[in-house]
């Protein structure tokens, strides 16, 4: 699958230049006839990937995409000024702004991703980061130190109707199912006799379905 | 529609250089295989959905037997009284599942609540960083990174039912020594 952006042409070729990803026969070419821009643009990035691969672990770890999205939307809404104030700033002469522009962004890249590192992971401490769908639901959560449990308590929720009968089970650990397949689930008494049948709809909600 | 001048092209170039080197940089994870099985299992966990009620007697919906060590059930009501103000925590479910490493974990210890786990890897301690997908039927009700480690499990306090509450834990069973 290709997952690169669609760019034009040039840009892409820019791209897989600084990427090292072209056919070596291309690189070594372009290494010889790139534009002077061309190899002020390499310089940068590997600078700004030298800096993030000194300064990140081997393996970082990102927020789930829901998770983060909603923290960058939150970030976006809380720093956002009301109006943007009127500029008396003189822009930089062109030529100053033609260098000045990728180096500032890769600027910002770079302290994006040190801002993520520096700042306390969530992840070390047993403290939940939550996300709930519906904008009604709140969801509170915290490590009690009294119940020494990480707590995710959720407000606003939509009772559960008292006509309902909830459908319980004990049963056992199954292993994933096929793909495409559905699972099944088993009694956990050792009676290997199927319990709840789990599949999803085409939006991935998953569907169960309880054995008689 | 027109295209970008080449400075702000440049402006979006650099930094899209920079992450494709990056993430270049480190080795992909593997791609999972087309076949689910063997499944590397990371650790074993309990999903335990509680009925909080102020009445010992509230009846308890028809279920199927669920037990639990009792030293084990008395300490988690326990706990769970300092957290959810009621008197009593009614075991009704119960799914003892393997987290997978490479694949959804699906906890369903009742058709109406369930639980989807996504290991994301290891933590301090034995735990597991986890991402948690607290389902209610059609509906996610809260999707969480967190961290579920042996003696420290995480409540997800639900909804209202019969003047009481569900509540769904999951706990991290400690390692077989």
Known sequence: MNDEPNLPPNDELLLRWIDRSLPEVQLKALDLSAPPAWHEQRAASQLTGNLLRSSLPRTVELPSPDLLTSRIMEAVQRDAPATAPASNITPFPSRFRQWFAPLASAALVAAGFLLWNAKPHPRSSPVAETYTPDSRVIARAYFSDDADATVIDLENLEAVPDSREIRAFNIASADPAAPGEPQIFYAANGSRKPVVVLSHDAASAPHLRAIP | ?177
């Open chain 2, 1 to 177: 529609m027109t295209s970008p001048s080449p400075s702000r092209r440049h402006f979006l170039t650099l930094p899209l250089a920079a992450l494709f080197s990056f993430s270049h940089a480190f080795p992909r994870p593997p791609t999972p295989p087309a076949t689910p099985a063997p499944a590397a299992a990371e650790a074993l966990v309990d999903g335990l959905l509680f009925f909080a009620s102020k009445d010992a007697t509230t009846p308890l919906p028809k279920e199927d037997k669920v037990t639990l060590d009792p030293a084990v059930a008395q300490s988690l009501s326990l706990r769970l009284a300092k957290v959810f103000k009621f008197p009593h925590f009614h075991l009704i479910g119960r799914h003892t599942q393997k987290v997978f490493k490479e694949y959804e974990s699906w906890v369903v210890p009742s058709k109406d609540l369930c639980l989807k786990i996504d290991f994301q890897g290891p933590a301090e301690g034995g735990g597991l960083h986890v991402h948690l997908q607290l389902w209610q039927d059609k509906k996610v009700l809260v999707k969480s990174d967190t961290v579920i480690s042996p003696g420290q499990p995480v409540f997800l306090g639900g909804p209202k039912w019969r003047g009481g509450r569900l509540v769904f834990v999951v706990m991290q069973q400690a390692p077989a020594k």
